[in-house]
Nanobody
């Protein structure tokens, strides 16, 4: 069973920091791109940050300079370091990964989502 398990969310004051983690487990061959998405009540889910297997990153304009996405393939993990948090960052954050799954002798790519972790920025 392939899973992405998220952790690290919580309640912080404006200007504070949080570090989200996403750990993959189960039977998979490799992970291609990974990303973090967020969804606030009444709003659509949006891409916050993404990272390719080669380490290239991209960020939503609203988080550039404040958030950093990274990955550690040896630990089967992805991370989102969030600094200078603002109330508008409040949302449920979801880890996403494109994973290569081995079926016999062939590889197929599937996308997986974490369960979500709540980030609340409030004074």
């Amino acid at each position: 069973q392939v899973q992405l398990v998220e952790s690290g969310g919580g309640l912080v004051q404006p200007g504070g920091s949080l570090r989200l983690s996403c750990v993959a487990s189960g039977s998979y061959f490799s992970i291609n791109a990974m990303g973090w998405y967020r969804q606030a009540p009444g709003k659509e889910r949006e891409l916050v940050a993404g990272i390719t297997s080669g380490g290239s990153t991209n960020y939503a304009d609203s988080v550039k300079g404040r958030f950093t996405i990274s990955r550690d393939n040896a630990k089967n993990a992805g991370y989102l370091q969030m600094n200078s948090l603002k109330p508008e960052d409040t949302a449920v954050y979801y880890c996403h990964a494109d994973m290569n799954i081995l079926h016999g002798s062939i590889l197929r790519m599937y996308d997986y989502w974490g369960q979500g972790t709540q980030v609340t920025v409030s004074s």
